[in-house]
């Protein structure tokens, strides 16, 4: 890979995200990729996204209160027996 | 009618039939796996908690008294949040906060943004190592999974809350609750280009408030 087609960190960071979510041109991919056998630097920060996106996927979700809960039940077997 | 398998999750069909029969655990299976986002939908268009949660009921009311008449020409999903997204815009019109999100959206995406500061890196003329990590990034400690720490997760939350609303609609819909781009896309009515454009911004936000958080640069060189 010719010096000029080689990627370079301040790109890489700002086209991770197509990279991830594999919408990347297969060409642009092998250049990411090439970078990132060579750069530590960049897999760190390849490996930082990955650890972000894992810790969002571990919060939990909004509480919903029991009484709004309650009152959908209600309302859902208002409409249920009433058909 | 059969039940459907243990291992294959309900369609649309047999889910929309099972509410038209008042199956009531189908209902509330529906109610417990999107009153979280639809909370969040609602929350991008209105003012405040009460309100949002005033707009979610309503969905859910809505989508009873409509079940009949919906005809799975799109998915049961998408449909809910078709109304919920209908009834949070009217309600924000007359709350008057009437930017509408496609609005918030398009502006989102607008402006050059860079993922890392640029002083981050050598500038593109450097005899040695142009455009590469000048102060680069270490690895981060994190413990196993389940084993965050409530103060890590106040930085995450922190840091989604102080995204604009688009941006943090879209982190939330896809990296919080898990859904895919096209169900994002759909829901939003956005293109999947800019549903990327605002999930990237989003994510080197966020990305970058944990890296303050953790402390975690060092010198290249």
């Not at chain 2, 509410?19 to 109610?31: N, P, S």
């Not at chain 2, 007359?94 to 398009?106: I, T």
């Not at chain 2, 005899?127 to 389940?146: K, Y």
């Amino acid at each position: 890979m010719s010096t000029e087609d080689e990627m370079r960190c301040r790109d890489l960071v700002e086209v991770i995200t197509d990279y991830l979510e594999r919408t990347m041109p297969a060409h642009d991919r092998r250049r990411f990729d090439a970078h990132l056998r060579e750069c530590p630097y960049c897999r760190a920060y390849v490996e930082q996204m990955r650890q972000t996106i894992d810790i969002l996927g571990s919060l939990g979700p909004e509480s919903f209160s029991p009484e709004a809960r309650r009152e959908l039940v209600r309302a859902f077997r208002g409409w249920a027996d009433s058909r | 009618m059969n039940a459907p398998s243990a291992s294959a999750p309900p369609s649309d069909r047999e889910l929309a039939d099972a509410l038209r029969r008042g199956d009531e655990q189908a209902f509330l299976a529906l109610v417990d796996a999107y009153n979280p986002s639809l909370l969040h939908v609602a929350m991008s268009y209105v003012s405040s908690r009460a309100i949002a949660d005033e707009v979610v009921q309503e969905t859910w009311l809505g989508v009873i008294r409509g079940l009949d008449r919906f005809e799975g020409r799109s998915s049961l999903k998408t449909w809910i949040f078709k109304i919920a997204t209908n009834r949070a815009r009217s309600r924000a019109v007359r709350e008057r906060r009437c930017v509408p999100f496609s609005a918030l959206a398009s502006e989102e995406v607008e402006g050059s943004h860079h993922a890392v500061d640029p002083d981050r890196f050598f500038p593109a003329d450097h005899d040695r190592f142009p455009g590469h990590w000048a102060l680069g990034p270490s690895l981060w400690e994190t413990p196993e999974e389940g084993a965050l720490s409530s103060e890590t997760r106040e930085v995450i939350r922190a840091a989604i809350e102080q995204l604009p609303p688009a941006q943090r609609l879209v982190i939330t819909l896809r990296d919080i609750e898990g859904w895919a781009a096209p169900e994002v896309c759909d829901a939003l009515e956005l293109t999947d280009g800019n549903q990327r454009i605002l999930l990237h911004r989003a994510r080197t936000r966020v990305r970058a408030a944990l890296e303050r958080y953790f402390d975690a640069v060092e010198l290249t060189v």
